[in-house]
């Protein structure tokens, strides 16, 4: 079982994604912005992986990719993005990869590709 951080503003793919982890018996802390993501990590920085979405309500998760390589370097991050027409998908890659980002999914993706990706990584 992994203890996951879920950084997405969303919240049909926060629920979507709370019932596919609870059938892996994951446990799954959410977050719906950038800046409640922040204060989690600052509060309690034990997670086994962060699910992070690119594009969120109060910015793009740049600052926040940054923030956990610089403090949490040890920790997988999978980056979750649909694009949203800001970056083609090729950028959006190359700044996840130079943030220590391993893996990448591009919305919309189905359950086991997400479930594919936390066991590859916790």
Request: glycine share 8%; hydrophobic share 50%.
């Amino acid at each position: 079982m992994a203890r996951i951080l879920l950084i997405e503003d969303d919240p049909a793919i926060r629920k979507f994604m709370a019932r596919l982890l609870a059938t892996q018996a994951h446990d799954m802390i959410e977050a719906g912005s950038i800046e409640t993501g922040i204060a989690l990590l600052n509060e309690d920085p034990h997670f086994d992986l962060a699910i992070v979405d690119f594009w969120l309500g109060d910015g793009d998760a740049i600052s926040l990719l940054d923030r956990i390589q610089d403090d949490f370097p040890q920790m997988p991050v999978i980056l979750v993005t649909g694009g949203g027409g800001h970056l083609p998908m090729e950028t959006t890659m190359a700044l996840a990869e130079m943030r220590g980002v391993r893996q990448v999914i591009q919305k919309p993706f189905r359950a086991a590709q997400m479930l594919d990706a936390i066991s590859a990584l916790s």
